[in-house]
């Protein structure tokens, strides 16, 4: 039993959000000169005082913090008109502190958002667009296979700084061997994954570790969903659920032979996410996003060279179909900021200005998550052309990322929805139909309780 | 309630102690000249006493109106509302309530909070029982030293128990590297929607047993040895000393830990949430687990949904409280 005043917590938490939006909004200003007055994103030196810029970041790999950290500092040495408040928060917390601080109107003024919250939070009215404030060279920088992710209404709504796909085979060569496999012919369809898992599977490890409670099928399935069905399992105008088309009963069904056999762990140590499983060896194959590349060449580079990472198959053996949605993080100007110029100056700064900033960033990743803008592929030749060498990455890049899709931007219960019918259909406490059932009627309820028929966004 | 008739030595302490009080009573008047105090003087005393009483109360009803009364009444508002801090919210009325009310997972949710409060809490109760009156048989230096012990894992972090038990229940984990020992294992702790509560449940129960041993044994010690010893010459043994002496009088301490750690248990979200994620297939996702995920979501729709399931638990809770209150007969046994 743990004592606690739980309830009391949670009211307080619940009404102290709804009090303390009575209190007015603070300001997070300072007392400087505006800056920017000039050229759009520059910012201007030589003011008395500095306008002070909150920023917050979602707390990820501790490299990100400290690439966040040293250019925060560059901006705010490089001039004395904006001084940037930078702040970590952790990824559980980060709903909950920024709806507070919304509540009582000190929410920061740049935020970093994925690409499946900039199109709600503009129909939420929360982003200010940056087309006001930031060249528009800045805009035709980004990729023409990234920019309609930030894109609304003919307008920016953020900076976008990177993108990775959340679905890659990681293979792990020197056991495939052992299996008698061969890793430069890596499984095709899905039928070649069972196979390869079931020959991988041996003693205490198993054939492939992949995502197995909803919280993390919910997303982590995405690509996999678009590649069996060919879209997601609601109409594209929001209007019905489409969860009990057979293409989708065909995935559960993957996931479910996988679990019943045993070829994966049945009570996983880590979430989908989490690289640690691949690298102790307790697994050969491993399905994960690109950034596990980046958790591989940092925590243990000797497994690098065994392992070849190669786009998940597809149902038929398709090739050049999509398999993984792009995930990715964008800077966000709030609408409510009470310095907007100096905060999309700050933006300007660390992901639309000098293209070997973001190359940095890349390099600190090891190249596991991939560059938005063509100016920051053109840096990261020039800095470092082993880069190209790097087959890993060639294939992400080439393989992966060319044919990967945007996330799609329905509410998280609709994809919770599918999540929990495809744990529910491969641990098997319900039928394969029965639990896409559940799901298409859960979307249907979610369409009707949030009004969605018709509200789609478009580009 | 019709009281019941007291009986034998019962009936001779309180018509002792009003002797005594009309003795005192006599006493003071005749020092005041020898007439009663007139019924003005009585009541003026009385009131005076209501003030004094309502001053001391005063500093806690203005903190539980700050803290607690007023965010609830404000909580009950937002629950009408539909909106976020960016748009003016729109008056939906009690459209939430329905919202909530026919959303399965609700339902669903309260069933495992149920389900955990079931294990936990007699589980625990029966297991610091026994240690406490375990402990109670212990020499001085012994029983510190156990008392240390137990309440140690109070102190561990849930966070780190959490970790600690997933690695536990991992394919490999202790827990079936013992059940292969007795070619049971492997068991599928966290994969099976029967296994998953109680998996968790054992943790709590770790993490609340310092705390309710300490408790029990307090209780236990409050107990007078000579009803203890009269019954070991009347040759009752340890069962029926604990079922006829100990247990009756460690009703309020019981019924304190009972109601307590059910309302607590009930809202546990920590170590399902960290432990399996809610699942598998939402054979964990607690009340407390429920409203969390849904908060997740970044939506108007998400931050009313959550405030309003938050409500509705606070008014099942409450129920629930009161029924274990009616159900003991609490009355009798706080006046006890």
């Keep these: 039993m743990r004592r606690g005043k739980g309830l009391i917590a949670l009211t307080l938490a619940a009404a102290s959000a709804v009090s303390l939006a009575a209190c007015g909004s603070g300001s997070a200003g300072g007392t400087g000169t505006p800056a920017a007055s000039g050229t759009p994103g520059a910012v201007e030196t030589g003011c008395s005082s500095a306008t002070t810029v909150t920023f917050w970041q979602q707390k990820f790999e501790d490299y990100q913090q400290a690439w966040y950290k040293k250019y925060v500092a560059q901006f705010n040495a490089s001039q004395n008109c904006v001084n940037v408040v930078y702040q970590v928060v952790p990824g559980d917390t980060w709903t909950q502190k920024l709806q507070a601080a919304q509540a009582a109107g000190t929410q920061p003024d740049v935020v970093t958002t994925n690409y499946g919250n900039i199109k709600p939070g503009v129909a939420q009215g929360q982003f200010s667009a940056l087309d006001d404030y930031l060249p528009a060279s800045a805009f035709a920088d980004i990729k023409s296979n990234v920019a309609p992710f930030v894109t609304q209404n003919g307008k920016h709504w953020g900076y976008p700084m990177l993108v990775e796909p959340s679905t890659v085979l990681y293979i792990n060569t020197d056991l495939a061997k052992a299996a008698g496999l061969d890793p430069a012919s890596p499984p095709k369809t899905w039928n070649d994954l069972i196979d390869w898992a079931t020959k991988l599977t041996s003693g ?28 997601f399992p609601i109409t594209d105008d929001w209007s019905a659920g489409r969860a009990t088309e057979s293409c989708f009963a065909d995935l559960v069904g993957l996931y479910k032979t996988l679990y019943q056999n045993k070829l994966m762990p049945q009570n996983p140590k880590t979430g989908y996410a989490d690289a640690t499983p691949y690298m102790n060896g307790e697994v050969a194959m491993m399905v994960d996003g690109s950034w596990a590349l980046g958790a591989i060449k940092q925590t243990k580079p000797d497994l690098l060279p065994k392992t070849v990472a190669v786009p ?62 063509t100016s ?84 | 309630m019709t009281p019941e008739p007291m009986k034998g030595s019962d009936m001779k302490a309180p018509a002792t102690e009003a002797a005594t009080h009309r003795e005192r009573q006599g006493s003071v008047t005749a020092k005041l000249g020898e007439t009663a105090p007139p019924a003005r003087e009585k009541r003026a005393g009385s009131r005076e006493e209501r ?57 669903q949710s309260l069933k495992v909070g149920a389900y955990y409060a079931v ?24 029983a510190s030293f156990m008392k240390t012990t137990v309440y140690l894992p109070t102190v561990v972090s849930a966070v780190i128990a959490s970790v600690l038990f997933k690695i536990i229940y991992a394919d490999q984990g202790l827990a079936n590297w013992v059940l292969s020992l007795i070619n049971v294992a492997p068991k599928n702790f966290l994969g099976s929607p029967t296994m998953v509560i109680p998996a968790v449940a054992v943790p709590g129960i770790w993490l609340g047993l310092g705390i309710t041993t300490l408790i029990m044994l307090a209780g236990l010690l409050d107990i007078p040895d000579s009803y203890i010893e009269s019954a070991q010459l009347d040759g009752a043994g340890f069962l029926k000393r604990t079922w006829y002496i100990t247990l009756p009088l460690l009703r309020n301490v019981l019924l304190y830990l009972f109601v307590t750690g059910i309302v607590a248990a009930f809202q546990e979200f920590l170590l399902p949430l960290l432990i399996a994620n809610g699942g598998p297939v939402n054979a964990s996702t607690t009340p407390n687990l429920y409203i969390f995920n849904q908060f997740r979501a970044a939506t108007p729709y998400a931050m009313t949904f959550s405030i309003t399931a938050s409500l509705l638990l606070f008014i099942v809770l409450g129920t629930v409280s009161a029924l274990v209150f009616r159900l003991i007969r609490s009355e009798k046994a706080v006046d006890a």
């Design chain 1, 312 to 373: 998940f198959p597809t149902k038929d053996g398709g090739t050049g179909e999509t398999t993984a949605t792009l995930g990715g993080w964008t800077l966000t100007l709030d609408a409510k900021s009470k310095h907007p110029k100096e905060a999309a100056a700050f933006i300007s700064y660390l992901a639309a200005g000098d293209p070997n900033i973001m190359a940095d960033f890349f390099k600190q990743a090891g190249y596991s998550k991939y560059t938005t803008r």
């Design chain 2, 119 to 142: 294990i936990v809490v007699p589980g625990g109760m029966l297991i610091a029982l026994l240690i406490a009156s375990f402990i109670k048989t212990l020499g001085s230096r012994m």
């Design chain 1, 376 to 459: 920051v592929d053109q840096a990261i030749a020039t800095n470092d052309p082993s880069t190209k060498q790097d087959a890993n990455m060639k294939t992400i890049s080439e393989d992966i990322v060319a044919h990967g899709i945007a996330e799609p931007q329905y509410p998280w219960d609709i994809s919770l929805a599918m999540g929990t019918a495809i744990e529910a259909g491969m641990k098997g406490t319900a039928s394969v139909d029965a639990a896409l059932k559940t799901a298409n009627d859960s979307i249907n309820s979610t369409i009707q309780k949030q009004q969605l028929k018709g509200t789609a966004p478009q580009s």
């Design chain 2, 51 to 107: 003030r004094t009483a309502y001053l001391m109360l005063a500093p806690m009803m203005v903190l539980l109106a700050i803290f607690v009364i007023w965010p609830l009444i404000f909580a009950f508002r937002q629950s009408m509302y539909q909106g976020n801090f960016y748009k003016p919210p729109v008056f939906v009325g009690l459209d939430f309530y329905k919202y909530v009310l026919t959303d399965p997972g609700f339902y």
């Design chain 1, 204 to 231: 205490n490890v198993k054939g492939i570790t992949i995502a197995s409670v909803a919280a993390d099928l919910g997303w982590s399935s995405w690509g996999l969903q678009y590649n069996s069905c060919g879209h």
